[in-house]
């Protein structure tokens, strides 16, 4: 059962151009340390972080809420399974609101799908409900 869908369009440069006005507080403001950790070993640092931005984005449009009633930028995660597939791991008002919307019957799944072709990066995430074992 599909229970979110966001998508998230967002021009790589803008984030280039933020990185290079707010060195060090807009990373911190919007990223977790895994995510920091991951995107400035990046080549492509700017590319890395829009992409992961993008995600956070979409996430917040398949919640419902956009970042306000407790969804905040660091509540939302993008880290990638052992085979590099992307997910999100969510915290705080994130899970919360997560919680809220998935069915007592069912589990929260979330896929991620990421793309990016420059100066565009593209994010899409469908949260879904898969029944319990």
Known sequence: ???GVGSDLIDIRRIAKTLKRYPGKFEKRCFTEIEREKSDHRRN???SYA???A???ACSKALGTGFRKGVFWSDIGVVNMPG???TLELTGGAL???N???PNNLIPHIDVSITDEFPIAQVIVIISGVTRK
């Open 96 to 98: 919360r609101r997560l």
């Open 51 to 53: 992409k992961r931005y």
């Open 100 to 102: 809220e919307i998935t």
């Open 1 to 3: 059962m599909i229970i």
């Open 55 to 57: 995600a956070k984005e």
């Open 84 to 86: 590099g597939k992307p």
């Open 45 to 47: 640092r700017a590319e």
